[in-house]
């Protein structure tokens, strides 16, 4: 089982349109979720940090569930700037410094 | 601040050549990585580093040495470049438990 599972999707929505991903981890330990969003051909960019009682920034929202090891997040109100793939990070199992990044959920947002 | 720098932004390379990617923070992370990422794939984790004079392997090390001689700055050396290290190579820094900021990578052919 890999450490951190993702949908690799894509996910093609309307403009408008809420959408959601789902994330699974296999470390019950780890104690830093992090959702980053990568444009093609750029680097990783750190979307929000995933805190244990849930948290929205904006139009965003993440979610964290310990029992079942899953993170969410919410997008509502889709933009075509939207439009990339969603990495889902989670802290691996020998050490708080290093992440295990998912392998993405490719987003697509059309008009 | 700069953040993250790496340079070069591009490069090719004859196989069997040698080179160093160059990457530099700013901001006194302690912990300083490099990945690598091929076309429609996620980041692998190629070496690690928790601090100055301290590294370590992560999971395709082969072909690549780094160094950690200041804080500052974390190089990567292709050691004989060979075709299959053709990708676009990130490096990465945070503090511990932080989320990762990553330079805008280094886009290598191998011919």
């Known amino acids: 089982r890999k450490e951190v599972e993702q949908d690799p999707g894509p996910f093609n929505v309307p403009e408008g349109a809420t959408v959601a991903f789902n994330c699974t981890y296999s470390?019950?330990?780890?104690?830093?979720f992090f959702w980053y969003r990568q444009d093609c051909r750029k680097e990783p960019k750190l979307l929000m940090s995933?805190?244990?009682s849930g948290n929205e920034d904006g139009r965003f929202t993440a979610q964290l569930n310990r029992a079942s090891q899953y993170i969410s997040l919410l997008i509502r109100d889709s933009k075509l700037s939207d439009s990339a793939t969603y990495l889902c990070?989670?802290?691996?199992?020998?050490?708080?410094?290093?992440?295990?990044f998912g392998s993405g959920t490719r987003l697509l947002v059309r008009p | 601040n700069a953040g993250v720098t790496q340079t070069p932004k591009f490069q090719v390379l004859k196989t069997g050549q040698s080179m160093t990617l160059q990457c530099a923070q700013d901001?006194?992370?302690?912990?300083m990585s490099w990945y690598r990422q091929d076309p429609g794939m996620g980041l692998r984790l190629i070496h690690y580093?928790?601090?100055?004079?301290?590294?370590d392997q992560g999971e395709v090390p082969n072909g690549y040495n780094v160094s950690r001689s200041t804080t500052e700055d974390f190089p990567l050396r292709l050691l004989s470049a060979a075709p299959s290290q053709t990708s676009v190579y990130f490096c990465?820094?945070?503090?511990?438990?932080?989320?990762?900021?990553f330079g805008s990578g280094t886009r290598l052919t191998v011919v």
């Open positions: 470390n019950s330990a780890s104690q830093s």
């Open positions: 580093s928790v601090g100055a004079g301290i590294t």
């Open positions: 995933v805190y244990s």
């Open positions: 901001m006194n992370h302690e912990y």
């Open positions: 990465a820094s945070s503090f511990v438990g932080g989320g990762y900021t």
């Open positions: 990070v989670v802290n691996g199992m020998d050490s708080s410094y290093k992440l295990i």
